[in-house]
């Protein structure tokens, strides 16, 4: 039995979000099919982006990152992140008729066509490239290359224990973009940024695979959470443990101050309460643990922001004076 009400809800999605209360009911199974009604897909792609655009600020002694570019990084986010899982219920429509948690979604339980599923991925994409053009070249080629990732992710369930790698290696791509944006170039400290993204991506991506381990054992779907079994806790804290020694190693690569740091410190006091709160048999509690990454990425991004707003350089006038707000 598909587990959608007459509405069409999907399954996992939060009760009363806005797509099933406000969009018409054309709408809805194209929102649904981008995951608009579950807006932490693309907060956690947007993170990386916005990350590295602080980083960039930060390290050129800037006191914020372009408005422009980070507006920019939220309209692709979410274009992308629609784009991307359009693409993946494409690809995995079978066994998502196979899995309680999904086969309520649009294409299983019939709320849209493949056909239909298509052409909305297009659309999607058209207004991904759209965003994307309005950076400079460099950074437009860095673009294009994520999607090699993009189009493998989906098959990666198939063939390895590691898709949750593949994830990361898809989703903090943005670690890279923000850099890439502000310079035309890139250099160590995006690249190890893009190291803890991938790292943290693992921990928090097998968090949320812990609610689907019964059905993909049934199925033969692959995941760490599956991998690492009774080990799993373990494994949590060595990811995020990386991931955070990582982006304090990007963090002291790129000049970041007092402030940065310590939104990392407080960042980590974060990634150890869900190693600690996490309960792998329980699915409520492992999609409430997931979900809390968007504070965990919006708390690092305020560190950031504050160290490059208290410690930007002034601006220099003609006489050799401050400008004001410099």
Same mark, same amino acid.
Do not use: D
């Given at each position: 039995m598909t587990e959608f009400t007459e509405?069409? !809800?999907v399954a996992d999605a939060p009760p009363g979000n806005w797509v099933d209360r406000h969009l018409p009911s054309r709408l809805r199974p194209f929102a649904r099919l981008s995951r608009l009604d579950r807006p932490i897909g693309w907060w956690l792609l947007l993170l990386p982006c916005w990350w590295s655009s602080a980083l960039a600020a930060d390290a050129a002694g800037a006191a914020y990152p372009s408005p422009w570019h980070m507006l920019l990084f939220l309209i692709g986010a979410v274009a992308m992140r629609g784009a991307g899982c359009t693409y993946n219920d494409i690809v995995d429509r079978d066994i998502d008729a196979r899995v309680a948690r999904t086969r309520s !979604?649009?294409?299983p339980s019939g709320q849209v066509t493949v056909r239909q599923a298509r052409v909305w991925l297009v659309v999607q994409a058209l207004i991904g490239l759209a965003v994307l053009l309005q950076f400079n070249r460099f950074a437009v080629a860095v673009g294009v290359a994520s999607l090699v990732l993009v189009a493998i992710y989906p098959f990666m369930k198939r063939f390895t224990d590691w898709p949750q790698l593949?994830?990361?290696l898809a989703?903090?791509?943005?670690?890279l973009m923000g850099w890439a944006a502000a310079y035309g170039s890139l250099d160590w400290p995006p690249l190890v940024l893009y190291a803890g993204g991938i790292l943290w991506t693992i921990g928090y991506d097998t968090i949320y695979a812990l609610q689907d381990k019964e059905d993909d054992a049934l199925i033969g779907v692959r995941s760490t959470a599956r991998l690492f079994g009774v080990q799993t806790k373990p494994a949590l804290a060595i990811f995020f443990g990386g991931a955070t020694a990582a982006l304090a190693l990007a963090?002291?690569?790129a000049g970041v101050g007092l402030f940065g740091f310590a939104g990392l410190a407080l960042g980590a006091l974060h990634l150890a309460w869900q190693v600690a709160t996490v309960e792998p048999?329980?699915?409520?509690?492992a999609l409430a643990r997931f !979900?809390?990454?968007r504070d965990y990425g919006l708390i690092l991004l305020a560190g950031l922001l504050i160290d490059a707003w208290l410690t930007a350089e002034p601006l220099v006038g003609p006489g050799g004076g401050p400008i004001a707000g410099g």
């Open positions: 509405s069409g !809800r !979604r649009p294409l593949f994830l990361g989703f903090s791509w943005g670690a963090f002291g690569l048999g329980n699915t409520a509690n !979900r809390s990454n």
